[in-house]
């Protein structure tokens, strides 16, 4: 098993002009990542301009593929986005800390916004039956794969910032509703999102000492820790979002 | 085919060491990387005190390159000595502490307490004398100068290597005075000032605003560098900016250095180093090259 190979791309389908689905092939030598993990890709055919790898959440996998929930941010993924079947890219991962299993008897509530839901995938699938989505986004185009988390058999809730599906409105708004209808009893929530939104998240759960682990994204050079290029300041001290992270207990703030 | 070098009493099995700052204390590569193939190991830079660094954003990635102010971030010495350096001593490779401080005293009292423990000791004079306004120690020959010379008087058994500022208006001038000031090496170059800023909200990219370019970016101008001290010094010369592969080490020899080190290029590639003595391998076999050193400053001018 190394946690550094390489692998080929077996499909790229584009949700939309941003937003695509990487599967890859996984090779029996890659070793199996857990939910909130993430890999360093290694953008294919483009030497030394852009330089560095970039960070993904895993998705999904099994034991023969390995899926990516990409949005086009920049140069990086645009070429990743361009890229197609048969090609190979290297990885390395999985890599950080995930998110850890709920507790005997607490009910798992994911929160996410936008692209969170990448990170929080894993989390439905594992532990969907029981728990509770709630899934925002700035559009109705932006709630993808109300499909699959469907299929999960996850009790959902979805809310746009501009109105356009379901209620208007934050996962926030979703979150003190959950709680007026005591749907938070004995929860313990799994954020992922923009930093607006789970730094709101954060205040929520320690004015209301609930349980919770939320994933940071940051920009990364090496991912293992060595070049502290990552670091947050979290709690007072800067911890690494690439190996102390990226899920960080709510405890730790 | 005899791949050894030696930079003062550090005898290495291959000239390819690790750049300080890329590769952590070591053991967050030997996933990758068999240490016990390296020239040398040169861990992330030790102040007395453990030190948080800078907020983030730290890093910024530019064409063929990165920037980054990571604000020296680092265990300090005594977690290291307690930690870190009983555990790299598993391996047979040579270690070598780099250094870092924001007083004069703080450079030699480092120096004096790692002197003997590690077999080498790299002195970083790019850091903002507090004493003196936040001017860089290298920026100076008069502090330049201060700063090799405590560090000589404490350093007794390890080696000693003064790692050099880009930002020089002579970094032959610089290498000199670190010569004449007793070092047994000088490592170059250390990171490029540099600057990125976002359009949008007309923001700098890095918290700190300014940071040092690496990559390949910058390696043609650390190979001018190297080249511009090598004919005037007697002392080695570690060379290093943007060295990704075999051949890019190489150059580096032969613009007159007699090791390498390789930074950047392992967040890249976990296994650059590995991949890097093999490439130099290669080469000198292809080339029926029997002593690595021969190539040290064989640049072919006429």
Not at chain 2, 44 to 49: V, W
Not at chain 2, 72 to 84: C, H, I, P, S, Y
Request: proline share 6%; charged share 20%.
């Amino acid at each position: 098993m190394s946690r550094h190979f390489s692998a080929e791309i077996t499909d790229i389908r584009q949700l939309s002009r941003e937003h695509f689905i990487l599967t890859l092939h996984r090779p029996p030598s890659a070793p199996e990542p857990g939910p909130g993990q993430f890999f360093l890709i290694r953008l294919p055919r483009c030497g030394e301009d852009p330089l560095l790898r970039r960070p993904f959440s895993i998705f999904d996998w099994d034991e023969g593929k390995l899926r990516f929930f990409i949005r086009v941010a920049g140069k990086g993924t645009a070429i990743l986005a361009g890229s197609g079947p048969g090609e190979r890219i290297d990885l390395i991962g999985p890599l950080g800390r995930g998110y850890p299993e709920p507790s005997d008897g607490k009910r798992p509530v994911m929160v996410s916004g936008g692209m969170g839901i990448a990170s929080l995938f894993p989390m439905i699938r594992e532990q969907g039956k029981g728990g509770l989505l709630l899934y925002g986004a700035r559009t109705s185009d932006e709630l993808h794969l109300l499909d699959e988390i469907g299929a999960t058999g996850i009790e959902t809730e979805t809310i746009t910032d501009d109105g356009s599906s379901g209620r208007k409105g934050t996962v926030l708004d979703l979150l003190h509703d959950a709680v007026q209808s005591g749907k938070m009893e004995g929860a313990v929530v799994y954020g992922c999102g923009p930093w607006g939104m789970l730094h709101s998240l954060l205040g929520f759960l320690k004015e209301n000492r609930m349980e919770g682990y939320l994933s940071l994204e940051e920009r990364m050079a090496c991912g293992l820790g060595a070049c502290m290029g990552c670091a947050k300041e979290i709690g007072g001290r800067m911890l690494r979002v690439c190996l102390e992270g990226p899920v960080f207990s709510v405890s730790e703030f | 085919m005899d791949l050894s070098v030696r930079i003062g009493k550090i005898q290495m099995k291959n000239p390819v060491m690790t750049a300080s700052g890329t590769f952590g204390y070591g053991g967050e590569y030997s996933e990758f990387v068999d240490l016990d193939r390296l020239g040398a190991i040169v861990v992330k830079g030790l102040s007395l005190q453990a030190r948080e660094g800078n907020p983030s954003p730290r890093i910024w990635e530019t064409p063929c390159g990165m920037i980054n102010s990571i604000g020296l971030q680092n265990v300090g010495l005594d977690a290291f000595l307690k930690e870190k350096l009983p555990w790299l001593r598993r391996f047979q490779t040579p270690v070598i502490a780099n250094i870092l401080g924001s007083f004069p005293e703080e450079y030699s009292n480092l120096a004096r307490r790692l002197d003997g423990e590690v077999e080498g000791i790299e002195v970083n004079v790019s850091c903002p004398n507090v004493r003196k306004g936040g001017i860089l120690f290298s920026s100076t020959p008069e502090s330049l100068k201060e700063i090799v010379g405590r560090v000589r008087d404490s350093v007794k058994q390890s080696t000693l290597i003064i790692k050099l500022s880009p930002a020089t208006s002579d970094i032959g001038q610089d290498a000199l005075l670190c010569e004449k000031e007793g070092a047994d090496a000088v490592s170059m170059i250390n990171t490029i000032p540099a600057l990125a800023i976002d359009t949008e909200t007309r923001k700098p990219r890095l918290s700190n605003i300014t940071g040092g370019l690496s990559g390949p970016a910058v390696k043609p101008i650390a190979l001018k560098m190297v080249w511009d001290s090598y004919r005037r010094l007697r002392i080695p010369i570690i060379g290093m900016g943007g060295i990704t592969c075999g051949t890019d080490a190489i150059e580096f020899m032969l613009a007159g250095a007699t090791a390498v080190a390789v930074g950047t290029a392992n967040f890249i590639n976990p296994s650059a180093t590995m991949d890097i003595i093999s490439g130099i391998e290669a080469y000198a076999s292809e080339k029926g090259i029997r002593k690595i050193t021969e190539l040290t400053g064989g640049m072919q001018c006429s």
